[in-house]
């Protein structure tokens, strides 16, 4: 029995170490700096490494389950192909195409890790996948978040708001269902209908805007529309601001793959939109008061935002901080 467990944690250690060093290097090659010939040569000499680290693992894959050993196989293949082209004279769409294969094969080596039930394996949470920089992702939860918030502001009433996101959540929880049967109809939705804003491990998972389409059908019909509007605005901008500055300046992480700069710009923006929204729609309110409440719930929407490692933050935040904006509010008496 010893000897048993004595051999699982080797395996684990080495599938565990081998899961962060893929995702590093494939976090890093997103977009490749093919002046520096300091980056480059790193990058070739990871490359070497990676192959030589993932030949060592292959047999543990065929041993354990041997369908696994293919994905590992295809994944070694386009790590080779990527260190060949930034060895000669690398075109940057070739690059490109080869850093979109290699996320895909990491979220499905992923999936396959968390399917071998092996123990001591690390558990996969959100901070697992991959989280490239994707400014259209940012874009369209700003423009998402505005819209929201003009719609239900001026034009929708309560009842009309409930039946949309219904309608709405309905809808993209089919397309979550019927594209777990079909593997054409995931690649059509992934690769051509949401290319443009989906995330690598979103082909094999639940999306973001399903997730955040459940929340507010849930949380529209039981709240207020200040508390609701607030958490809609905070997953609007400030969790897009936290992933861009995050991603640009957060060397120092305060928790999991979360820094200390994305944290601080969540919180930043989350109380500023929320004090211009609240200034807005809400003017009994003095400015002191108004401050203090887009703080209190920043600060509560930062804390969700920096522990959501296991539930989807789309999910999360516009629910925890609804939450926290009607109590706030309530005690307030503003409502």
Known sequence: MEAVLTKESVISAQ???????????????????????????????????????????????IEKREEYSG??????????????????????????????????????????FQELKISGLKKITRSSHLKPTNYARSIFHMVMGMTSMVMYQFVLTQQQAVIILTTMAVFFGSLEITRRFSERWNDFLVD?????????????????????????????????????????????FADPMASIIGKRFGKRKLFLDKSYAGTIAFFVTATLVSTIYMAFALPQLSLVLVLFLSASIAIVGTITELFSSRIDDNFSIPVVCTLAGSLLLHIGNVI
């Open 15 to 61: 599938l565990n170490d081998i899961m962060e060093e893929l995702h590093e290097f494939v976090s890093n090659i997103q977009k490749p700096d093919l002046r520096n010939d300091s980056w480059k040569n790193s990058m070739l000499e990871y490359c070497d490494e990676l192959s030589e680290r993932m030949s060592e693992i292959h047999q543990i894959l």
């Open 71 to 112: 994905s590992l196989e295809e994944l070694s293949q386009h790590i080779q192909a990527y260190s060949a082209e930034l060895a000669s004279r690398p075109d940057v769409r070739q690059l490109k195409d080869l850093y979109t294969r290699l996320s895909s094969n990491y979220e499905e080596m992923v999936l396959n």
């Open 192 to 236: 051509k209908v949401f290319a443009i804003i989906a995330r690598p491990f979103e082909r094999h998972h639940t999306n973001g805007a399903t997730y955040y389409l459940i929340a507010l059908a849930l949380i529209t019909p039981f709240f207020s529309k200040p508390a609701v509007l607030v958490a809609v605005l905070i997953l609007g």
